[in-house]
């Protein structure tokens, strides 16, 4: 109903905007095991039209490479054959901008710990009813809050799995993968018994070496994903 101020013509045909439609969940799914993760997608595209399924990946640089990598929220599996830690994988998805959901058939505590420690926002069993699965990940994205996840990472330009890896000393791998393992500058400098200024330059050195090959790393969350894509998180 159209409301009316006095003494002011009343605008019959103006149109009432309407609320806005949430944005659907962009999801993507990491799981080695072929079967499993197409019985998934095949759940998650027929039975969640909430969720836009854009990325069902075998392994993880699959995952990191794809250009519609990152997400709104990935589900990982906890367990896979690459050698990359859990702890890698999900600070690589938060750094990008996704949130994390681990899915796993290792539902113990020890498991839980390290996934919830990294940054992930859930650990659920892959026992659970897909149902209560989308239902866990429908409070992590804030649906019934009205939320609209941001993403502040964007994807790799085609090719960029061709591009090249730049040459680090060892000071400058070190430094690396203490910095983005979650260690500032200063614990860097203090992990690796050198002054700040020393740390402060080996990762300058780095960034400037991936800017060089046309890998930019100027920003955190860049650098994470450059170490992850070259096999620098453990």
């Excluded at 290792?106 to 009813?129: E, H, I, Q, V, Y």
């Excluded at 990940?137 to 009205?146: F, K, N, T």
């Excluded at 400037?208 to 920003?219: G, T």
Aim: hydrophobic fraction near 40%; charge should be neutral; aromatic fraction near 6%.
């Amino acid at each position: 109903m159209t409301s009316e101020i006095q003494g002011e013509p009343r605008v019959a045909d103006e149109a009432v905007p309407e609320a806005a439609t949430p944005r659907r969940t962009r999801l993507a799914l990491l799981d080695d095991h072929e079967v499993l993760l197409d019985s998934l997608s095949s759940w998650i595209t027929t039975n969640a039209p909430d969720f836009d399924l854009v990325l069902s990946a075998h392994t993880w640089l699959e995952l990191v490479h794809s250009e519609n990598f990152p997400t709104d929220l990935v589900f990982l599996d906890f367990q896979l054959k690459e050698p990359v830690s859990i702890e890698a994988r999900v600070r690589t998805c938060r750094a990008a901008g996704a949130k994390v959901i681990v899915l796993t058939s290792l539902d113990t505590r020890d498991a839980r710990d390290r996934a919830l420690a990294s940054g992930a926002a859930a650990f659920l069993s892959k026992s659970m009813p897909m149902n209560e699965v989308m239902e866990a990940a429908r409070r992590v994205m804030g649906h019934d809050r009205g939320v609209v996840p941001q993403q502040n990472w964007r994807p790799l330009p085609t090719g960029a799995m061709n591009q090249a890896r730049p040459k680090l000393s060892q000071g400058e791998i070190d430094a690396l993968k203490l910095y983005v393992s979650g260690h500032s500058t200063t614990e860097v400098a203090k992990r690796m018994n050198v002054q700040y200024e020393t740390a402060k330059t080996y990762l300058r050195r780095v960034r400037e070496k991936y800017a060089k090959v046309n890998r930019p790393a100027s920003k955190k969350a860049e650098l994470i994903r450059r170490a992850a894509e070259d096999g620098f998180l453990q």
